[in-house]
């Protein structure tokens, strides 16, 4: 298996790993305190760990991108949306997840099979049943993030006084008692993926038993490495 030294462009990925943690803090603070504030910090920190692979370039154009979307979070804060923008986070991320997934299931290399050359060459998707978990897998992954979109939407949409129907006026057609959407918006989405990830890596190890696997910490620390690959496709390299 080939060695390749990391790359520059890394340093501000791990560094933006590193901050992210911040961000659902911070949106748990807003959730509890029901203070803008939070939300905007929130929003402020995530929108940092996005950009800071641009920020980290120095260049002017990606410095007026990121001070121009602050100015406009605080703006909407001033208003009292930070916190309906905050919470229309988590369904815009699985969304997007969601479609990222599965427009890879068209192809001959399904995003999980991405995964596997990046973290162990691809090699190993020529082994006995790994290219067809993990077409599989990417399946399971394009269900979960849909689903919870789906559900997250609904949520943010109809929570009896705090949703978007009630923020206009608009009767809802499927109140959702407010504790139980903002428990699910807040944490249990986030504790759900969290979860999901944890079996799924649990469970290829017993499916996958006659094959040796990376240690979960090395596993997320090349996951971060490799990311650019894993958007582009084709040419993940393991070290």
Known sequence: ???????????PRRHALL???????????????????????????????????????????????????????LLLSLYGFAGLLLEAVPVLINALL??????????????????????????????????????????????LLGGQAVLLSVLLLCAEHTGLLAHFGIPSPWPVPERWAAAWLDLGGYLLLAAAFLLEYAYRRWRLRHLSHPGLHDMLLKLVQYWPQLLRGKGATAS
């Open 1 to 11: 298996m080939r060695s390749v030294s990391p790359s520059p462009e890394s340093t």
């Open 98 to 143: 969601a479609c990222w997934f599965g427009r890879t299931l068209g192809t001959a290399e399904p995003l999980v099979a991405r995964f596997i050359t990046a973290l162990e060459g691809a090699e190993r998707l020529r082994q006995a049943g790994v290219a067809t978990y993990a077409r599989q897998v990417t399946w399971f992954w394009t269900l």
């Open 19 to 73: 901050l992210f943690p911040a961000y659902p803090l911070l949106a748990l603070a807003g959730a509890v305190t029901h203070r803008q504030v939070f939300a905007l910090l929130a929003l402020a920190v995530l929108l940092t760990v996005l950009m800071l692979p641009r920020l980290c370039t120095l260049r002017a154009a990606a410095w007026l991108v990121w001070l121009g979307a602050l100015t406009a979070l």
